[in-house]
């Protein structure tokens, strides 16, 4: 049972990673950062995860 409900969790978070992805190539990365700031702004919620980094910074 505990192995079923784990498969079962994993499957669930693939499919929403899987629809996060699908939509961020449909609306392009600009705009998929520009959607989660103003979620974040109006929820005030943190979603930095969600965030495409578009630039590696250099340290």
């Known amino acids: 049972m505990c192995i079923q409900s784990y498969y079962n969790h994993n499957k669930k978070n693939q499919e929403l990673e899987f629809d996060l992805l699908s939509e961020m190539r449909k609306i392009g990365i600009k705009k998929w950062n520009e959607k989660v ?10 979603l930095k995860n969600l965030y495409v980094q578009t630039k590696q910074k250099n340290y």
């Open 37 to 46: 700031q103003k979620i974040y702004n109006t929820k005030k919620i943190k």
